[in-house]
């Protein structure tokens, strides 16, 4: 039970610590509703911004299972590439076989020039290799740059963590 609790707060923190949260955001629960509200965005750039986050979600499904994290280059610059490959080796060594993306909701997204943030809730599953299976909802902030007229995501801030709960890796059997 006590590798379990453990393994979840791993994958809950994995999958929603990134990256530390930016000061000055006001947290909403993770069970909060989406509010609707308007983006400075064009359509191109809500539907671009919107596809890079499901396919980068989908790639990190991808990378897990297969215990490699290189589908995830495409939609990602290559500081949040190098965090990505040190969650998913993380959630790997601590039993995890699968994550599943659930739902994703859309908030607010606007544009900068080339820099964008787009706000969701997601709920994943996760599933660990003794058939155990955990589920989450949390809101992410996703910061992205357009690189050579492509969107990627640099950052993934999830601001309803607490980012002072760091909960240890598991160093051997559960007595």
Not at 101 to 112: C, D, F, M, P, Y
């Amino acid at each position: 039970m006590r590798l379990l609790l453990l393994i979840s707060g791993l994958v809950s923190f994995s999958l929603t610590a990134c990256i530390a949260p930016s000061g000055g955001v006001f947290p909403l629960s993770a069970s909060a509703t989406p509010p609707e509200s308007p983006s400075n965005a064009d359509q191109s750039d809500i539907t671009s911004i919107r596809d890079v986050i499901q396919r980068a979600n989908s790639e990190q499904e991808q990378a897990v299972a297969s215990r490699d994290s290189s589908p995830m280059r495409d939609t990602s610059t290559d500081r949040y590439y190098r965090d990505m490959v040190r969650i998913n080796q993380d959630l790997v060594d601590n039993g995890v076989t699968s994550i599943k993306l659930e739902q994703i909701e859309w908030g607010t997204i606007s544009v900068t020039g080339n820099f964008a943030q787009a706000t969701t809730w997601e709920s994943w599953a996760t599933t660990t290799s003794d058939g155990r299976t955990a589920r989450s909802r949390d809101r992410n902030l996703y910061r992205l740059t357009r690189e050579g007229g492509s969107w990627k995501i640099d950052a993934d801030d999830h601001p309803d963590s607490s980012p002072n709960v760091v909960p240890p890796l598991r160093t051997g059997p559960e007595v």
